[in-house]
């Protein structure tokens, strides 16, 4: 069988195709951070970072300090829309950190939740002699 010419344009598209395929879209969103390290439910360690990309089973972020892999993580985010216009929010996400270097952490998502942050009920009375500040 004797070779075929495949043109080098082919070759460079083909090769583009493989490496950028993603199974989830990555979409670049640069948000405060917290995390906690975990060890058996004990907190190990805390930081601060901020995202570099979410996507919907992951999340790359920067790290204060280079993160081991294989380490269970917990991120609260800080989300930049509010609750009905009136309440902040942080979305909290728990995982395994899957990728480190001394920049960046890459999170696989377990499971997340959205959670109000100091949410006030509308209309709700606070105990005598308590503040509302």
Excluded at 20 to 45: A, G, T
Excluded at 86 to 101: C, F, N, W, Y
Aim: charge should be positive; include cysteine.
């Amino acid at each position: 069988m004797s070779p075929v010419a495949v043109p080098v344009r082919m070759i460079e598209l083909l090769e583009l195709e493989v490496c950028e395929r993603r199974s989830h879209n990555r979409y670049p969103i640069r948000l405060e951070l917290e995390y906690k390290l975990l060890n058996q439910r004990r907190i190990e360690r805390l930081g601060n970072g901020w995202t570099v990309n979410v996507s919907s089973n992951g999340i790359l972020f920067h790290a204060d300090d280079t993160l081991p892999t294989r380490t269970s993580i917990k991120l609260a985010i800080k989300w930049p829309i509010l609750l009905d216009g009136e309440s902040a929010l942080k979305l909290h996400v728990g995982g395994t950190i899957i990728r480190s270097d001394a920049k960046k952490a890459a999170v696989e998502i377990a499971y997340y939740e959205f959670r109000t942050v100091g949410a006030r009920l509308k209309g709700a009375t606070l105990p005598r002699g308590t503040n509302r500040t």
